[in-house]
């Protein structure tokens, strides 16, 4: 790897001589930095780094809490022929050696590469010019190139298929041959070791005449590859299975024709079976890598093609309509939806009554009924009824698509454990080839074993030993388990999060909208004159002159009741205290007490009683007096959400400190702290205090601090927060400032995504054991440690077919969370 990377990296938001001077002197403070210069007039940052030390995104970190931004270009590129960790460091130690490419993430399992780079600094042909050196095929750029995906796949299966075929049929006719004792050649190496006095021998020629053409077509890929690694002098697992593979042949031919070594150096049938064995690996590799990722195709499988768009007429009655690509699609276009189809854009619904599907965005298996005036996802599935819809978000900017670009972006994200992997990936090559070197020679020359025994092990250790499992260990995991956790609604945008999820310490909740559903709705109806329904047409019939939340609570009240509201005139807003109006030449008032006294209304003893009692509930209490008279009054309440007290509860008992932050009064605050059991409430307070509570809580870093928050006022807090947890149902940035997203909104999916953490991280560390043991057990006894006690030995076959089995038994690993289920889940079904 590039060790020192000299970088030019375009800054935006320097704007005078002391922010140049506040970036260079917190990049000289950084360990890894050697030079850096912030160059105002050309807004770039020129810096020189140690790249083993500092990551590009630690340099936007710091250039982001400096209130600058960096700017790159970004693209995903996909490559075809990487299969093992070796290759995908390959490709990221090369490619960063080209001047203007700033970091590259190359994925395993998803075969793939994410580069950040400078556009006018290098192509897309330079690109392909490394990629092709290193031995791989550059098929396109992601969005950009057509890329059937399924066929190359296919291909590739068929190829590997037909390999491990040919190979495997001819070394049961080697083996066949071999213990046959048939030798129809006798005659012929007679005549040649007249001709040329070789002692070659006739099984041995056979052989070679059997095995030459199956020997090359198996092995090509990998000889091709090792070959590769050599010329960038690059120690790569190719490199060693081709020095397995090469020794065990040319040893045979050696001892075919009698060239140093004599006729017992047979490996016709090794050296054939090898390569077929390691092809059986990456078959079945092959395989369940694509099962890894089926849930970001699934995804993407839920994004119809087409849509049928529709015009109306003054009436909403449809007057045309026609089949149209979801390309072609412009906002406020109307489009019909019919049952079993897919919604195409996120809308409104204009006309039309139905269920409608949304598992697929929230996780939540019961189907949601649909009206005028709700909102609709693309993706989700309507299913009984027709709808009309009027697109309010399309292509790019769909919920669905948003979940996609989450999820894809976390599944290439790297927790901080597989730096550990990579460590030790980065040695494991030249250790083993030290290993086999050491242990030839102790056999051979000082403990006086034959030399046919001393090159098995040499060859089994070159093969038995691989890096690859070790490689997949995270990547595998981290992808299966984002997104499993994206069918639960649940999306964790990095690997950091990933990994940190689980370790928390506290979690700090705003109230409104994450413990609270968020809207006030009507809860107590006291009425002193007449029925309960006159009491909400009055006071929602001056109500739905305002735009207050609790003006809208109200008028929802009188539509459940399909309360019929009269026209108000004379409407006024009294600021802090409530509303004025005339209603059939009545002076209508709604609102606070302060109001009624105001206007000089008379309060009997027990309205004022009433009141108190309900004010202590920590309810927001209406009275309505027509002219001068009280003629009832509301109190209406925002609810908690159904799963908040179990939510709470479930952190408890994983030791979890718990916090409510609030701006609301503090009888309010405690009410609902209260009741849903939190250990800590902070009330009234500023968005900025969350922020500083936030700090003060994480204590100079000994405590690890999740906050969930739904609102721009909780934006701070989210960034500051180890883990930002933000509630799906709640505004744009806030989502934006979140390092999870919850779709639904819902409280369990907080815990559950702690859950998922834990679970994913335990089976990252479970590959990494199962990974290491392989290599720890297999190598000792391919390097012979048996033989002196029970002449036990390990072929170089069954060498290879060990190594293969490390590898598929990591992945396999990885697939079982494909079917976990978080416990609050479970517990909950």
């Known amino acids: 790897m590039v060790k020192h990377k000299r970088m030019d990296l375009p800054i935006e938001g320097m704007h005078c001589a002391s922010c140049v001077l506040s970036v260079n002197k917190t990049f000289g403070k950084v360990e890894g930095v050697e030079e850096v210069d912030a160059d105002l007039a050309a807004n770039k940052l020129h810096i020189t780094v140690d790249t083993k030390k500092i990551s590009y995104e630690e340099m936007e970190r710091l250039v982001k809490n400096l209130g600058f931004e960096l700017h790159s270009d970004e693209m995903t590129i996909r490559i075809q ?3 093992c960790a070796s290759c995908t460091m390959n490709v990221e130690n090369f490619l960063i050696r ?40 550059l098929l396109g750029v992601e969005g950009q190139t057509e890329i059937d995906e399924e066929a190359i796949y296919q291909q590739d299966l068929k190829d590997k298929r037909n390999r491990i075929i040919v190979g495997l049929f001819f070394s049961a006719i080697l083996m066949i041959l071999m213990f046959s004792g048939w030798d129809p050649l006798m005659g012929l190496t007679h005549s040649l070791h007249q001709l040329t006095g070789l002692h070659v021998s006739s099984m041995g020629l056979l052989s070679l005449i059997v095995s030459i053409a199956p020997f090359l077509y198996v092995s090509l890929p990998i000889l091709k590859a090792g070959i590769n690694g050599l010329m960038h002098k690059n120690l790569n697992m190719d490199v060693m299975y081709s020095m397995g593979i090469l020794v065990a042949y040319i040893s045979s031919l050696f001892g075919t024709f009698g060239i140093v070594l004599d006729h017992t150096f047979m490996f016709y049938d090794s050296a054939v079976m090898l390569p077929s064995f390691l092809m059986i ?88 009924v649909k009206k005028d005036g709700e909102e609709v996802f693309a993706g989700t599935i309507n299913q009984d009824g027709v709808l009309h819809i009027k697109a309010k978000k399309i292509g790019k900017e769909t919920v669905l698509s948003n979940i996609i670009r989450l999820v894809e972006k976390a599944q290439s994200s790297r927790p901080p454990v597989q730096k550990f992997a990579n460590t030790i990936v980065s040695y494991f090559i030249p250790v083993i080839l030290t290993i086999a070197i050491v242990v030839f020679s102790i056999w051979y020359f000082i403990l006086g074993e034959s030399l046919l025994f001393s090159l ?87 109500e739905q ?79 309505l007096a027509e002219d001068k008279h009280v003629k009832g009054l509301l109190s209406l309440s925002d609810k908690i ?53 936030v700090k003060r809580t994480q204590a100079n870093n000994t405590k690890k601090v999740l906050f969930v928050g739904d609102g721009i006022n909780d934006a701070p807090a989210l960034t500051q927060a180890d883990i930002g947890v933000a509630m799906g149902n709640g505004t744009d940035i806030a989502m934006e400032s979140g390092d999870i997203v919850i779709m639904e909104g819902d409280l369990e999916n907080v ?53 293969a089995m490390s590898s598929v038994t990591v992945i396999t690993l990885s697939l079982m969370l494909k079917r976990y289920v978080p416990e609050i889940k479970r517990v909950k079904n």
């Open 81 to 83: 022929g990487m299969h």
């Open 98 to 137: 080209l001047d203007g490419i700033f970091d590259v993430k190359a994925d395993l399992t998803a075969q793939n590469a994410k580069i950040r780079y400078d556009s006018s600094k290098v192509t897309l042909d330079e690109i392909e010019e490394v990629i092709k050196s290193l031995g791989f095929e």
């Open 281 to 368: 690996g990456r078959y079945l590799e092959a395989r369940a890598k694509k099962r890894t990722s089926d849930s970001i195709k699934e995804l993407i499988g839920l994004q119809p093609t087409v849509a049928t768009a529709i015009e109306v007429d003054e009436n909403g009655d449809v007057t045309s309509q026609k089949e149209v690509s979801i390309s072609d699609i412009v906002l406020d276009d109307l489009l019909l939806v019919k049952p079993g189809e897919k919604i195409p854009v996120d809308g409104d619904v204009i006309g039309g009554e139905s269920y409608v599907d949304e598992s697929m965005i929230n996780g939540e298996p019961i189907p949601k």
């Open 456 to 542: 098995t092990c040499l060859i089994s250790i070159l093969v038995v030993a691989c890096p690859c499992a070790l490689g997949l260990a995270t990547p595998t995991a981290v992808t299966v388990g984002v997104g499993r956790a994206a069918e639960f609604g649940i999306l964790i945008k990095n690997g950091d999060t990933l990994e940190n999820a689980g370790q928390i310490d506290v979690a700090a909740f705003d109230k409104t909208g994450t413990i609270t559903e968020g809207k006030p709705e009507v809860d107590d109806i006291i009425t002193y004159h007449g029925p309960e329904e006159e009491l909400i047409r009055l006071a929602a019939s001056v």
């Open 545 to 623: 002159n305002s735009t207050h939340p609790i003006a809208k609570a109200i008028v929802n009240k009188a539509k459940e009741l399909n309360l019929d509201l009269n026209q108000t005139s004379d409407f006024e807003n009294v600021t802090g205290k409530g509303l004025k109006a005339e209603l059939d030449s009545k002076e209508v008032l709604a609102g606070n007490l302060a109001l009624m006294q105001s206007f000089d209304v008379e309060v009997s003893k027990e309205a004022v009683d009433r009141y108190h009692e309900l004010e202590r509930l920590s309810k927001t209490i209406i009275f």
């Open 641 to 693: 959400k159904a799963n908040s007290k179990r939510a709470i509860e479930e952190l408890h008992k994983m030791d979890v400190e718990t916090y409510m932050l609030t701006g609301d009064n503090e009888s309010t605050a405690l009410t609902v702290a209260r009741e849903v059991g939190i250990d800590n409430v902070e009330a009234q307070i500023l968005p900025e205090n969350k922020l500083d509570i």
């Open 751 to 803: 815990v559950a995504a702690v859950q998922f953490s834990k679970k994913v991280m335990r089976r990252i560390k479970e590959n990494i054991f199962w990974a290491f043991a392989y290599n720890t057990i297999l190598i000792p006894i391919a390097a012979g440690v048996l033989y002196p006690a029970f002449g036990i030995t390990f072929e170089p076959a069954l060498a290879g077919l060990a190594m």
